[in-house]
């Protein structure tokens, strides 16, 4: 390729054209932030985390007494318990998956260090969203079986006393479904965008090698 | 410090391939310089400064960094770039080095890697070392590349 050995040979001659800064003006560069990417991600993943371990304690006074009502307490103390180990995993393998990162990987490290650690986070809203689902799914069959035992409950709440417990389940089910929605909305669109550049790169380096 | 001052040529490059206009360029060798800054303790001295470097400062430009967002264009960074310095200015060469260069620009963030490190007289090697990639694949890559720019030049 002629033009390339050209493009070489003034490559390696037009050096000198660019600034030349010295320690001082360097210096004040490493004072500011980095806009890493692994910086964002490291963020976003910990809010994650946070975010959906505090939402197991922000169930309303309302919907415990509920629980409480229709029996459902001992199983969710358990289903609490095992969530809370699988969060723990979850951090676990989040921590080794993030000190595997180094700038200093190869091209091809990096970017595959990066994605499964974002994975292990991906997986983690995922079981978060499937659990979510499958809760929300079993009580509302549940209340679906024991409509009698719901109907006695809603009548004695003052709020819920005017609801019929046909309306109620079908408006608790419709509810989490929008919820669920929405979620899955939420993550497609903010990591497709934060990914989209480095999945496409990781890629072309995996094709390369087929 | 002083080994970044010497070998700040590679950042410059990197940034002259990898951004549009001089404002996202400081932006990258600024984010390029504080990747090596934190890398440094991590550098043991069995390679060169010069190779390791361009594996931080690659990894920062395809990976790492996060695109600004400004989108006012300020000065176009190729007008400065190809100002032409030399006594023996050759009007064919440099025009050549221009549709060369914009060539290069159209290519993806991995296959400028490859032709940047080949442009830094690397060996296929080295390039592979650095990509993380098999250097019979890192040739046929290349050659590949030669292909494709040699279709844009010549459509």
């Known amino acids: ?210 | 410090m002083a080994q970044l001052e010497e070998h700040q040529n590679i950042v410059h490059k990197i940034c002259r391939l990898y951004t549009n206009d001089s404002d996202a360029h400081n932006d990258l060798f600024q984010e390029i310089t504080i990747q090596l800054w934190k890398a440094y303790p991590k550098f043991r001295g069995d390679a060169k400064f010069s190779t390791w470097m361009y594996r931080v400062a690659l990894n920062t430009a395809i990976t790492l960094y996060r695109k600004s967002k400004r989108t006012v264009q300020t000065q176009d960074y190729e007008s400065v770039s190809f100002k032409v310095s030399s006594e023996a200015y050759d009007p064919t060469v440099e025009d050549q080095l221009k549709l060369m260069y914009n060539a290069v620009k159209t290519l993806s963030d991995v296959d400028k890697a490859l032709v940047f490190l080949y442009l830094e007289n690397k060996n296929y090697r080295e390039i592979a070392d650095t990509l993380g990639i098999t250097e019979v694949n890192a040739r046929v890559k290349m050659n590949r590349i030669k292909e494709k720019l040699r279709t844009i030049l010549n459509p």
Do not use: C
């Open chain 1, 1 to 210: 390729m002629d033009e390339l050995e050209i493009l070489k040979k003034e490559w390696q001659s037009r050096e000198q054209e660019f600034p030349k800064l010295t320690s001082k003006e360097i210096y004040p560069m490493l004072l500011k932030k980095s806009s890493s990417m692994v910086k964002w991600i490291f963020y976003i993943s910990i809010a994650e985390m946070i975010l959906w371990t505090t939402l197991y304690f922000l169930v309303p006074e309302s919907s415990k007494k509920f629980q409480e009502g229709m029996g459902l307490n001992a199983i969710f103390m358990w289903i609490n318990i095992f969530n809370y180990g699988v969060v723990f995993v979850f951090v676990y393998l989040f921590y080794k998956n993030h000190q595997k990162i180094q700038v200093t990987n190869t091209v091809k490290e990096l970017m595959a260090n990066i994605l499964r650690t974002r994975k292990t986070v991906h997986y983690f809203v995922y079981y978060n969203i499937g659990m979510a689902a499958i809760l929300m799914f079993s009580v509302n069959l549940y209340y679906y079986f024991n409509k009698d035992k719901l109907y006695h409950i809603l009548k004695s709440d003052e709020f819920y006393s005017a609801v019929p417990p046909e309306t109620f389940i079908t408006l608790n089910a419709i509810g989490g479904l929008i919820i669920i929605g929405f979620l899955i909305l939420f993550y497609w669109v903010i990591y497709g965008l934060l990914l989209r550049r480095l999945k496409k790169n990781y890629k072309e380096l995996k094709k390369i090698e087929v």
